[in-house]
């Protein structure tokens, strides 16, 4: 859609983090448990990189037809 194609790069990186934060990764679980926000995100970034590093790795790269 025009919408998501006006969606800057960025926008469109901080929301899959998230997504992959929440839903791959203790976060959650840490926040609840009284984890400060800071120190829980710390501790679940490697986890967080790793998931998108997977992720562009198997994705098919430009110009590949």
Excluded at 19 to 40: I, K, N
Aim: charged share 25%.
């Amino acid at each position: 859609s025009a919408a998501g194609r006006a969606l800057s790069e960025g926008a469109v990186v901080a929301a899959v983090g998230a997504a992959v934060r929440h839903s791959a990764t203790p976060y959650d679980r840490l926040l609840m448990s009284g984890v400060p926000r800071g120190e829980a995100r710390r501790r679940i970034a490697p986890a967080v990189r790793a998931v998108l590093l997977s992720w562009r790795e198997d994705a098919p790269h430009q110009g590949d037809g």
